[in-house]
């Protein structure tokens, strides 16, 4: 019952932006911590950002900060990822992802490729 619905990736140029969405349902989202990973080809996977149940804290991967911005609308039950001066390394395959003991639900993701 539990479903993360990812949107908003796409083709994007260097220095250029998108947002990405995670639709909620099946649980109560506003009691979790939620987190962004992605799937970088030659990479693996890799954890990007995590915002607590609140959405009043927030850390990233140090490669992404001053960049990327996690969100949440709990009211809506909807994370976002910001990101802004993307660069090439940062195309893959995007994931939110419930946080619990690990990671126990994951979206289908949503595919963000940066490319001139």
């Known amino acids: 019952q539990v479903q993360l619905v990812e949107s908003g990736g796409g083709l994007a140029q260097p220095g250029g932006s998108l947002r990405l969405s995670c639709a909620a349902s099946?649980?109560?989202?506003?009691?979790?911590?939620m987190s962004w990973v992605r799937q970088v080809p030659g990479k693996g996977l890799e954890w990007v950002s995590r915002?607590?149940?609140?959405?009043?804290?927030?850390t990233y991967l140090d490669s992404v900060k001053g960049r990327f911005t996690v969100s949440r609308d709990n009211d809506q039950n909807t994370l976002y990822l910001q990101m802004n001066n993307l660069n090439p390394e940062d195309t893959g395959l995007y994931y939110c992802?419930?946080?619990?003991?690990?990671?126990?639900?994951w979206g289908q993701g949503t595919q963000v490729i940066v490319s001139s």
């Open positions: 099946g649980f109560t989202f506003s009691a979790y911590y």
């Open positions: 915002i607590n149940a609140p959405g009043d804290t927030t």
């Open positions: 992802a419930r946080d619990t003991a690990g990671y126990d639900y």
